[in-house]
């Protein structure tokens, strides 16, 4: 249930914050497109799975959206419709855009919003929501497939190949908040940041002390983990008024991490999307951890 939440969450909106020079943006990693000589099956889409629609343009099909999640706020898709604002399912939006494909995920909702489109006759197929980068190819394999173009599904996921990166010492937390919504969190095994830590050499100390993928931030907790870098999305540090907030919650002050004002950010549409720019992604995240410790 509170998985369900978080995932709802991750790109809920908050106050504008200045944000720390360790911040990567959204617009910091290009979105890779691919070209395959195939027709799609269908000709007018509403994806509203988590990052589908930023992987039915990678694939070389933005023509066919109509409408979109709110997770996929990449430039490129500026000019289509939102069709779950506040992450609720927009029955009136869907309908009039005329679509025969819907794709949605586990966290899509409410049930109701579904259960309606269902009975309109519209396809809908639902979509894997990996919290983990081992996910990225089977999820975009799928999206392929649902639009008719498997071979670009392909040609998409064998790019996922990410480099090896060496071990390092630096302990990282990555921290769930939203001030504006008394939410703080730690993430632990499975939290997704955890897959990303793990593949850039990093150590993720809420991974190694909790076997859940979010439990609840305490100064004891934050303490007895000492960590090195805090890892946050750009809008929960903007959430709590940036660094200063941060620091001056319970616990954060008395670790390295808090000393030193070692915290990095990433754009909430993209440190957890787990899509074509994912593994683009690694390289900068490391670079911007190391950067912030030295």
Do not use: W
Request: proline share 6%; with cysteine.
């Amino acid at each position: 249930m509170l998985f369900t939440l978080i995932a709802s969450l991750i790109v809920s909106g908050c106050s504008t914050q200045k944000a720390p020079v360790s911040d990567i943006s959204a617009t910091d990693i290009a979105l890779p497109i691919i070209h395959s000589s195939e027709i799609p099956t269908v000709k007018r889409v509403v994806a509203l799975a988590n990052g589908s629609a930023e992987i039915i343009a990678a694939l070389g099909y933005q023509s066919i959206l109509v409408g979109r999640d709110v997770a996929s706020s990449i430039p490129e898709l500026a000019k289509i419709p939102i069709d779950n604002p506040s992450h609720t399912v927009s029955i009136e939006s869907i309908l009039s855009q005329k679509p025969d494909l819907i794709m949605i995920d586990s966290n899509t909702s409410p049930q109701t919003a579904l259960d309606t489109l269902r009975k309109s006759g519209i396809k809908i197929v639902t979509i894997s929501d990996p919290f983990n980068l081992e996910g990225v190819a089977v999820k975009e394999k799928e999206v392929a497939a649902a639009i008719g173009t498997p071979l670009a599904g392909v040609k998409l996921s064998s790019q996922i190949t990410a480099s090896a990166f060496p071990k390092s010492a630096i302990k990282v937390a990555f921290l769930y908040v939203r001030g504006t919504s008394a939410i703080y969190l730690i993430g632990g095994k499975g939290s997704g940041a955890d897959s990303l830590l793990s593949a850039i050499g990093m150590g993720d100390v809420g991974a190694e002390k909790f076997p859940h993928p979010f439990n609840a931030m305490t100064a004891e907790e934050l303490i007895s983990m000492q960590p090195d870098v805090l890892l946050l999305m750009t809008k929960g540090l903007a959430s709590v008024n940036g660094i200063e907030g941060l620091v001056a919650l319970p616990g954060i002050a008395e670790t390295p991490a808090g000393k030193n004002r070692a915290v990095v950010t990433v754009d909430d549409s993209l440190l957890l999307s787990f899509g074509p720019r994912s593994v683009a992604l690694l390289p900068k995240l490391r670079s911007a951890i190391t950067k912030v410790v030295k």
